[in-house]
């Protein structure tokens, strides 16, 4: 059993009108409420949040402002940190951070690409559940597998084994999978039954750290083929066409968000019940569809 269990929450900055608009009408996401003006909350499950946007101007992958690792208990996050500590990782704890994050306690840190991980237990849920004002049904929280995440983040790294290294010797994650991926074969890492929860690749020409995209899975195929509508709607670039992946299974398509980094919806993407698991390596990313349609995200100037 991992460490961590889930992938909670994801922070980023952009502008905020824009995402607004973008997050409820086109991702069919909800508006949580945020006790900060300069910062949206949006909801995709029962959790009073699972993506915050704070204010800032749009800078591609270097958007990502933490990402927020899960652990089940106080007792939990405390051997966390102290595995941390041990090995030489300085950790913060921050009490003031936790109430604006709404949870009980939370850590911070830095991961081995120098990503800002907040590690924390006691996510606050919204008694009012959740309502898209889309209609969509996510798999997030509340699963028959359990509470397996806002969905997955697809992390830059200039050295993509010493990236996953860190997560796998510190975090507890689990290797699923790699693919022949540009320079470097991309790694592919889970803490739950969903079938990664971070993945790290090497792009040429992008950052060394940051966030290429970040998945939102849905119930249906239907879901994703409205959300491709609402896409075409609001005129917003589609990155990656609709396609396959070949290790995941998972049917989606590419949109490029209001801070530049770019949203996976996806439907049906693979499981993983580690007592029969093998992992291989794929050389291919997608067994069809998937065919770029826009320039990746620039890095920030």
Wanted: charged content about 25%.
């Amino acid at each position: 059993m991992s460490t961590v269990s889930a992938l909670g929450y994801v922070v980023v900055r952009g502008p905020l009108e824009e995402w607004k608009q973008f997050g409820t009408e086109v991702l069919g996401l909800q508006l949580g409420r945020s006790p900060d003006p300069d910062t949206l909350f949006f909801k995709n499950d029962s959790r009073s949040w699972r993506l915050a946007v704070e204010a800032g101007a749009p800078a591609g992958p270097e958007s990502l402002v933490a990402l927020g690792l899960e652990v089940r208990s106080r007792e939990e996050l405390e051997r966390l940190a102290g595995t941390l500590r041990s090995r030489g990782v300085e950790v913060r704890e921050d009490a003031a951070l936790a109430e604006r994050r709404r949870v009980r306690q939370l850590v911070t840190f830095r991961d081995g690409c120098g990503n800002r991980v907040e590690a924390y237990w006691g996510a606050t849920v919204d008694r009012a559940g959740f309502s898209s004002p889309r209609g969509v049904t996510f798999v997030a929280g509340e699963t028959e597998y359990g509470e397996i995440g806002i969905g997955h983040a697809f992390l830059l790294a200039d050295d993509v084994a010493k990236a996953a290294a860190f997560y796998l010797d510190n975090l507890g994650f689990r290797l699923s999978d790699t693919i022949s991926f540009g320079p470097q074969s991309a790694h592919f890492l889970h803490c739950n039954p969903r079938h990664h929860s971070v993945a790290f690749a090497a792009l040429e020409g992008a950052p060394a750290a940051g966030i290429g995209h970040l998945m939102l899975e849905v119930t249906t195929l239907e879901a994703v083929g409205r959300a491709m509508d609402a896409v075409n709607r609001a005129d917003a670039p589609v990155p990656i066409t609709l396609g396959e992946h070949s290790n995941d299974r998972m049917t989606s398509f590419y949109v490029r968000t209001p801070s530049g980094f770019d949203i996976e919806y996806g439907w049906n993407g693979r499981v993983i019940d580690d007592r029969d698991w093998t992992v291989s390596h794929y050389e291919t990313t997608s067994n069809w569809g998937h065919r770029f349609s826009a320039p990746p995200a620039p890095p920030a100037a």
